[in-house]
């Protein structure tokens, strides 16, 4: 199985500040690589597809990167409703994995 | 509107079975595969399962399999799922997951969930 291993796990940042979140993947791969948010309560919503292709919708201040075995989801200019729990998903091999998790929090 | 609605969730004494429902509308059901994903309460997401636009696979994830099995009917726009020998780290939101296929079309609706708690 991918382990998907997601740093940091928690991280607290202010209102403009520029967040970077890492996602590594114990084997390559590819770009098969999504990024969700989830709210505290609500359902994930899905930001990046294919590592760096942005939803229709998502604010440009969130950009994605990478490929094979490190990920990085970046938050420039962070806003108050970014508060939110961010995961990584592979899904290039069965059985698909998700990131632990990191939780950012506003100061 | 794009819409999944997942049932069948509840209380289930440990042991017991469970099938869980998944409703789409407002696209052509055919062409997607859907997952499963849970998250226990104050947990992460973790993959469930996953069957495709036709039904001729199935997968799934190391926490369910031998106790699962996951099918769809087409002409009812619906995907079920069993879980047997239910234990108590089954306890989550179950969420179904729309999945277009390839690097953009994976993820992109998700079910409201439903709530199944494993308790005796």
């Known amino acids: 199985d991918i382990q998907m291993t997601q740093s940091p796990s928690a991280m607290s940042a202010s209102v403009g500040d520029r967040v970077t979140i890492t996602c590594r993947a114990s084997q390559g791969v590819f770009n098969y690589l999504v990024w969700f948010r989830q709210k505290p309560g609500k359902v994930p919503e899905r930001l990046i597809s294919?590592?760096?292709s942005l939803q229709s919708g998502v604010p440009s201040r969130f950009s994605g990167s990478g490929s094979q075995t490190e990920f990085t989801l970046t938050i420039s200019n962070l806003q108050p409703e970014d508060s939110a729990t961010y995961y990584c998903?592979?899904?290039?091999?069965?059985?698909?994995?998700f990131g632990g998790g990191t939780k950012v929090e506003i100061k | 509107q794009v819409q999944l609605v997942e049932s069948g969730g509840g209380v289930v004494q440990p042991g017991r079975s469970l099938r869980l429902s998944c409703a789409a509308s407002g696209f052509r059901f055919g062409d997607y595969g859907i997952h499963w994903v849970r998250q226990a309460p104050g947990k992460g997401l973790e993959w469930v399962a996953m069957?495709?636009?036709?039904?001729?696979?199935?997968y799934y994830g190391d926490a369910v399999k031998g106790r699962c099995t996951i099918s769809r009917d087409n002409s009812r726009n619906t995907v079920n799922m069993e879980v047997n020998s239910l234990r108590d780290e089954d306890t989550a939101v179950y969420y179904c997951?729309?999945?277009?296929?390839?690097?953009?079309?994976?993820?992109?609706?998700w079910g409201q969930g439903t709530k199944v708690i494993v308790s005796s």
């Open positions: 998903l592979q899904h290039n091999s069965y059985p698909l994995t």
């Open positions: 069957i495709w636009y036709d039904g001729s696979n199935e």
């Open positions: 997951v729309r999945d277009g296929g390839g690097r953009l079309g994976a993820f992109d609706i």
């Open positions: 294919a590592a760096s």
